[in-house]
């Protein structure tokens, strides 16, 4: 047995564990989890306008809070799915995949992900199948898929 198994084992781990975490994120009805991120960005906004002491009315303040929740649900999918695809390339790398193959792998591996959570959204109140959420998920995949690749082939960007 070589060092690089446990890595192997490690890493196809971490991509179960972040499929799992993108599975739960999903199955939350879409009431719940808009006012889980809206609390999130609720307390930054406090939190911003406490420290830089800006002055900004209430229903101003509501609004912004709004704007900035509606973007980051819809960018997170790319974040989320930027991580699973640096975690997918990296497994299969370990596997012994290069190049191209590695990362037509790791691209299917994500989009198949990022079209069964769509489909699993349509089980959930208030979800929906959404062809822009799938293209964040895979422009996230194809983004983390890429920055491993250039990582591990020291390729150059000028």
Known sequence: ????????????????????????????????????????????????????????????????????????????????FLVLGLLVQNAVTKEGAKGIKAIAISLAICVICGITDEIHQLFVPGRAFQVSDLAMDSIGSIMGIGLVYFLKNKVRIN
């Open 1 to 80: 047995m070589t060092i690089n198994h446990p890595l192997k084992t490690l890493s196809w781990l971490a991509v179960l564990l972040w499929m799992l975490a993108i599975y739960f994120l999903s199955a939350q009805p879409a009431g719940i989890s808009n006012g889980n991120s809206k609390g999130i960005v609720t307390r930054v906004v406090d939190t911003t306008v406490k420290l830089t002491k800006a002055e900004i009315s209430e229903p101003d303040k509501s609004k912004l809070i709004d704007r900035i929740n509606s973007a980051a649900r819809e960018y997170m999918h790319g974040v989320v």
